[in-house]
């Protein structure tokens, strides 16, 4: 039987940022039409948008939602989906080679992600477009009034302004498949120019340079190098976007790879300190990691792509991917990792919220579900916050074949000062064997009641459905002992915990 070793010590290394869980929304297959919104469903509310929906969004915890793409974002004309619905133009949609039909625009989403307790972030399109419609598009958000932009924001029915915080400057970039794809030494410049102007506006907004699409691209570092050495005085973040999925089986492989996350935000980081010393800047970069998950992307390239010059359908089923057991450890292993680099990892957006590749899915005139990746978000949104405790891990090792011997267990320790707990997220990736942990506490004094969940199956594969949406769900774990300030969790085999201490 594995076993491994946590000593937990009473030192801060970060604090959580509740940004690190966003989310994402994008008008990319049923996200929004037939997802969020759905005028004919018997759960609607007075501007369409689905109740049911909006309840699991909640209990989900997410923090933020970045919108409106995504790919999406850089053919999108931001004025199509403002004013009389009646009015607004319909679009094809070249990234997901949909129709768009602008029904679901700025202000309406707004309202909702305010119903929602979502912080709005936005993405402007610089695929297509460039800096003045950047600067239209804050002064129409965040002028309060006075100005023709936000005058029709007001006439629109939106006397407030949204007052957007962070702004993401495009949308990969880097990638060959975006629209108005370029190089780093274009995209860094006009990056550049786009930031300059946009705080002449609005000095108080919080910008996001595009980082590469994966680590795999074959620009990744010198992408970051050549676009910071432009931005750096004029933007907040960096952007990381990483995708995973199980590769020929290889379910060891599979459940290590936080292991590869750790390694991307390091890298970047790496980068991006090089530049601060190469260049002499005193601030150090931080990181928005604003897309992850897990998705096959080649299955949609191989299966849901469509490029027939007549076929452009609203709202198709793209990207519906049914997450397994497997999937939503994986999730929770993503999340340790960034928690574990919460002090250089300041936001982070689950890609993305709803139907497409997403913790919750729906049914047309029907109901909404959580699939086994909502239950690890939910847990950690929940109880991961106030600071990242220093740790020390001692564990047994397995062997994988993409990321050789890692640790058997990952593990992340939080205090929550305010709430009045700590919280320890472990994921067992030993696959045929219960793997025993034992947590030293003595450092945190005395440790009250010990609360812990588990998610786990026998099955691997087994996930939640239309016709059985709660086969898997967080149980209570039972091997819990404690002596003194020593915590003693038999974890099952694949499993992934949350341990609450009060």
Known sequence: MPRAHLTVAAEPVADVDPRLFGSFVEHLGRAVYDGLYEPGHPAADEDGFRTDVLALVRELGATTVRYPGG?????????????????RPRRLDLAWHSLETNEVGLDEFARWARRAGLELVLAVNLGTRGVQEALDLLEYCNVPSG?????????AGTPDPHAV????????????WQLGHSTAEEYGQLAARTA????????????VVCGSSS?????????????????????DHISCHAYYKLTDGDVASFLASGVDMDRFIESVAATADDVKAATGHDRTMTIAF???NVWDAEHYEAQEKRTAVDDWPVAPRLLEHSYTVADALVVGGLLISLLRHAGRVRSANLAQLVNVIAPIMTEPGGPAWRQTIFHPFAAASRLARGEVLRTSLRADRLTTARYGEVDVLDAVVTRDEAAGHTTVLVLNRATDAPTVLTVDLAALG???????TTLTDADLTARNTLTEPDRVVPVPLREVRREGATLTLELPPASWTAVTLR
Request: a negative charge.
């Open 71 to 87: 790919n999406f974002v850089s053919g999108y004309r931001w004025e199509d989906g403002v004013g009389p619905r009646e009015q």
């Open 147 to 155: 100005t023709t932009l936000s005058d029709a924001r007001v006439a």
């Open 165 to 176: 915080r962070m702004w993401c400057l495009g949308n990969e970039m880097d990638g060959p």
């Open 196 to 207: 300059r102007a946009m705080r002449q506006l609005d000095p108080s907004v919080e910008l």
């Open 215 to 235: 680590a795999q691209m074959p620009t990744f570092g010198t992408w970051e190098r050549t676009v910071l050495e432009h931005t750096y005085d004029v933007v």
């Open 290 to 292: 604003d897309e992850w």
């Open 446 to 452: 005395t440790v009250g009641t010990v609360e812990a």
